[in-house]
Each structure stands twice: as C-alpha cells, then as structure tokens.
C-alpha cells in the first residue's frame, strides 16, 4: 500500500496534527514509546505475528527473520524496530536510507555489526541503488563485496557477514523494488488507530508525563488524533499546557475541548488549513467540482500545500473526492461543517453518480 510520504513538507512540519516527528516529539517520543510487545497498544495482527516470529527464533536461538515495517508516519514503526530488538535481547543500530549515499557506507556498517545484531533502516525506500543491491546479498547471503580500487586494477573481496536482522521500516512501501521487498521474512502492515486504541495511548502516555486525565477527557483527545499515536502524544501535551495555566492541571473532556479549540483543533482533526479547504470547496464552489489550482488560489496556498498536505486526510476522512473532474465535496463534508448542500446536490446531478446520496 502507498502512504501519503507528503507530511514531509515543511508546511506540515509546524502543524498540530502533522504526522511526522518535530523537534519537540523527538525529545519526548524516547520517554514515551512502549519498551516491549505486551506494552505496544493496537496493531492486533501485526503484534501477534511478530510475536510468533520473534518467540520462534528465539526458540531456535537463531537469528530473526528479517522484517519490513510499513506504514503511514507516526504508527509506530522506529517503536516497534527497537521493540524488536529487546525482545531477542540484541543491540541496535539504527541508519536511514538517505544516510547511505554509496554502497560503501553500507558495508561499513554491515561489517561491523555484532552477531544477532539488528539493524534498522528507516525510509528504506531512499537508499542509493547500488547500495540497495549490495543489501541484497547482505540479506540472502550474509556476504558483501566489498571493491577495492578503481577502473580495470579494481577487484571484488567477498566479506563475510555475521548473522542480524534487517528491519525496514518505509511510509512507501510501494516504492521498494520487488527484489527487496522479497528478501523481508515478514512484512507489517501498520494501520491507523481506532479511537480506543487512541485513548489507551493517552492514558498511558498521561501516566508517564504524570499528568491527571480522565475517559472522557482521554476520548476528546483521541477523537483528533487522526489515528495516529504521535498525533496524541503531541495534543495531550498541548492540552496538559492549557490545563496547567487556565484550570487545576486535570484534564477532562471541557478543558480538553477548550484547549484544542484554542489550537484549531477541530472535533474530528481537521486544523485550519483543512477546514479552510474545505470551506473553499463548500461556500465558493457549491461543493465541486473545482480544479485543484482554482482551488488553491481561493484558499491562498500553494498548489502543493492543498494536495500533499491538506487533501490526504481530507479523503481518507471521506470528506472529499479527487475525480477526473476536479475535487468534489462529500455529504459529511456539508454536515462537518453544518451546511446544507445546495438543492441540486440532493435532487440529483453528476455527483450522485459519485456517492449514490
Ligand atoms: N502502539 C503504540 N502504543 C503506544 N505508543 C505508540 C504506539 N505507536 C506509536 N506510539 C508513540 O508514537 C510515537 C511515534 O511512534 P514512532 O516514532 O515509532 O512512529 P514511526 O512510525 O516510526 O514514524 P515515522 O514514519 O515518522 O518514522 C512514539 O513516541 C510512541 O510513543
Ligand atoms: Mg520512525
């Protein structure tokens, strides 16, 4: 499956609900990730089979597999990688694919791991291609080539390789080369959160940050989270501030949704951009379809800002659908944003095509 990568963007980077780590979520994102499996919370399948696949090596006091993580920022990919290596009791080294410019980089640090050693390779799917193919036999083989010289002098030194696992992680996983994504024993797909998988998050992370907070407050919380953990650390940290300064530092549902309007947080997630797109797309264009540079002009951003960073959630929310003619409202965006939909809409044009409403 293909995950949005475009929270990459700068202009999502400062966003509340922005899936990828700030600076700030990187400081405290060490204090709060779950340490083994029984602590990670949701992802049922994914914990089971990895559970197996780990407590079978184990068994063998062999090596585990090799395993892909994928899925959208924030799930809790790094999380589990490092999860995994505490449950097999190995060290961790942990690299990205942008980090590994030339195939010699990679040796270097495949050669110097430790048997049973895991390796983790975030965005696995922007490694340089010939560092790719030497992962290749590294995986299969345990072996690397390593070239010593230039031009016709330059010969091949096979390096042998300690047994580690390779645990991928990619937002992309339909970038990697099939010769790749072969060569993983397991793959895991990570999904969004459910909203009481959320709460559970909060509760926890409240715990750890030792703040008060309670279920309703939690739930306020989860409901704007847009699925995603990180997504809820960071408001339950937004809202912890609002309650120290205008309440008694007790979370509930009044302060939590007090706090998070203060924030343009909405009910279901959407922030300011979101909504002014939507409102866009709703107030000025009768609900669509309008082409997405019209689009883009009425709410004052770039072109790539609406596409990357606002419309992804907007249609995974179901609030809005990208058709050959333009961009489209759906019925729940009229009622999210407590509209009535102009009579055309209802009593039947192109759109009912769309929606069967
Ligand atoms: N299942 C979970 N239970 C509890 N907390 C979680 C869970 N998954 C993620 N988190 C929390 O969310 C934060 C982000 O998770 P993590 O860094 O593992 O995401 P990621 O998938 O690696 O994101 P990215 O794609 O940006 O690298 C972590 O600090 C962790 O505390
Ligand atoms: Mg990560």
């Known amino acids: 499956m293909n995950w949005d990568d475009t929270t990459d963007t700068d202009a999502a980077g400062e966003r509340l609900v922005g899936a990828s780590a700030d600076g700030e979520d990187?400081?405290?994102?060490?204090a709060l990730r779950p340490k083994d499996l029984g602590e990670f919370i949701g992802q049922e399948k994914v914990r089971e089979q990895?559970?197996?696949?780990?407590?079978?090596a184990r068994?063998?006091?062999a090596t585990a597999d090799h395993v892909l993580l994928s899925g959208a920022p924030g799930l809790g990919k790094t999380t589990l990688s490092m999860i995994i290596a505490a449950e097999m009791g190995a060290p961790i080294?942990?690299?990205s694919g942008p980090a590994i410019q030339h195939a010699g980089d990679l040796a270097a640090i495949l050669s110097s791991l430790q048997e049973g050693e895991v390796l983790f390779l975030d965005e696995i799917h922007r490694m340089s291609r010939p560092a790719e193919e030497m992962l290749y036999?590294?995986?299969?083989d345990f072996r690397v080539d390593v070239i010593v010289g230039k031009g016709p002098g330059a010969t091949a030194i096979p390096l042998e390789l300690p047994p580690f696992t390779l645990v991928g992680a990619t937002t992309r996983a339909?970038?990697?080369?099939?010769p790749l994504r072969d060569r993983f024993g397991f793959t895991a797909h990570m999904e969004f959160y459910g909203p009481a998988e959320l709460e559970r998050v909060i509760h926890r992370s409240a715990g750890l940050l030792d703040v008060e907070i309670d279920t309703a407050g939690a739930a306020e919380i989860a409901g704007r989270s847009r699925g995603t953990p990180r997504i809820a650390n960071r408001l339950l940290r937004r809202v912890r501030d609002y309650a120290q300064v205008k309440?008694?530092?007790?979370?509930?549902?009044e302060i939590a949704a007090a706090a998070l309007a203060v924030y343009e947080v909405d009910a279901r997630g959407l922030d300011r951009l979101d909504r002014g797109v939507l409102e866009a797309l709703l107030k000025l264009f009768g609900g669509g379809p309008v082409g997405l540079s019209t689009l883009a002009v009425a709410v004052g951003e770039e072109r790539e800002t609406v596409e990357e960073v606002a419309e992804p959630f907007l249609v995974r929310e179901g609030l809005l659908a990208r058709t050959p003619r333009g961009r489209v409202a759906t019925p729940a965006a009229w009622a999210h944003l407590g509209l009535t939909p102009p009579r055309s809409q209802s009593s039947g044009n192109g759109q009912q095509d769309l929606f069967g409403a």
């Open 59 to 61: 068994a063998r006091g």
């Open 174 to 178: 339909g970038l990697l080369p099939p």
């Open 26 to 30: 990187q400081a405290v994102e060490a």
């Open 50 to 56: 990895l559970d197996l696949v780990l407590r079978a």
């Open 137 to 140: 036999m590294a995986m299969e």
């Open 247 to 253: 309440a008694d530092g007790r979370i509930t549902q």
């Open 93 to 95: 080294r942990i690299t």
